[in-house]
């Protein structure tokens, strides 16, 4: 009745923005991601020691909407295995939550696995990438390592949206994501509401959603070959189209900052000088630089020069899995 599990966070490519189906957490397009090492949180689930479901997050004691999410994602696996009583849950992570790493997908993505074992239930990769996703949609693309996809899906139930694995981490060893922490300021829209502001209002949406989904396979073929600069630009491209169809909602939605583009005209002035260094974006104002790792200790620099108070170094990660040291 009791299990851990760790996860790692995952970066988007190509980017979720935008649901069909508020409730189960549906996309309206689907999106591709690395999942990212050595940055992982851990989590462990018992049920049935407890007399009301308690939820511990980086040493803290989860309240309101941070808890409701645990809980109904807990209760999705209480109901296909019933009698399992309250639960205790414990989650720490080991890299700063402001980072824009979306300490929700790894947080999330171990509590699907951590709970569904404790619950008694075989490892299934879809089934749990299914529920990590009612938890926080991108979640679901850290099931597993290396290069996944997540599917739009087209079942009103949510049934056929859940992520794959289209690379092992052992595909691209040498690719390095770094992370520009250029704020830590709480941002001011949460992704969640960002999502249906721009949904609702931006008369880009549209676009952007048929655009992102033509995506997915020149980012696949891209990753194949290996090809950094057709990723890179790719990236770029996708990063770009998410920001513009958020600043065109009403109210607009602009999550950069002065020293995000300045890390974003930096990138370009190298690869001028031969330096294949690009960027993605999140709903949030820290980039993230893909490169490979000759040229990671120069892009760890750049993102300090431009302001960077953290830099966090990531590349390729594996699966999501079960451990056996617990939490408590
Ligand atoms: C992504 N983001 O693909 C995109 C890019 C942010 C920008 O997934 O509402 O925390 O829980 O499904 O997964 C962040 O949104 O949102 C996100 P919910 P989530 O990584």
């Avoid at 209480?78 to 849950?89: E, I, N, T, W, Y």
């Avoid at 249906?196 to 209002?201: D, F, N, P, S």
Wanted: glycine fraction near 8%; charge should be neutral.
């Amino acid at each position: 009745m009791k299990a851990t599990a760790l996860a790692h966070p995952n970066i988007a490519l190509v980017k979720y923005w935008g649901k069909r189906d508020e409730a189960r957490i549906l996309p309206h397009q689907s999106s591709l991601s690395v999942t990212l090492a050595p940055m992982h949180v851990t989590t462990t689930v018992e049920f049935g020691a407890v007399e009301a479901d308690v939820v511990e997050l980086n040493g803290a004691t989860a309240k309101g909407g941070e808890a409701a999410r645990v809980l109904a994602a807990l209760d999705l696996v209480r109901a296909l295995a019933p009698k399992l009583g309250k639960a205790k849950v414990v989650s720490r992570g080991d890299f700063p939550a402001a980072a824009g790493l979306a300490s929700s997908a790894a947080g999330f993505a171990a509590l699907a696995v951590a709970a569904r074992a404790a619950a008694g239930l075989p490892r299934d990769v879809r089934a749990e990438s299914i529920l990590a996703r009612q938890g926080s949609g991108s979640a679901c693309r850290s099931i597993q390592g290396g290069v996944c996809v997540w599917k739009k899906g087209t079942a009103l139930d949510g049934s056929d949206s859940f992520a794959e694995q289209a690379f092992p981490d052992s595909h691209w060893p040498q690719l390095r994501l770094v992370v520009a922490m250029v704020s830590r300021e709480e941002k001011e829209v949460k992704s969640r509401d960002g999502m249906r502001t721009t949904v609702e209002t931006s008369p880009y949406y549209p676009a952007w959603a048929r655009n992102a989904e033509a995506e997915i396979q020149p980012a696949l073929a891209a990753i194949a070959a290996r090809d950094l600069q057709a990723i890179g630009e790719l990236s770029e491209r996708n990063a770009w189209r998410m920001h513009a169809t958020a600043l065109a909602a009403d109210p607009p939605l602009c999550y950069l900052k002065p020293a995000t583009l300045a890390v974003i005209h930096a990138l370009a002035a190298e690869r001028r000088a031969g330096r294949p260094m690009y960027f993605t974006l999140d709903a949030g104002p820290n980039p993230v630089i893909l490169t490979d790792e000759a040229n990671e200790l120069r892009a760890v620099e750049l993102a300090r020069a431009c302001g960077a108070t953290e830099v966090v170094r990531g590349q390729p990660g594996g699966d999501a899995r079960l451990v056996d040291a617990h939490l408590f």
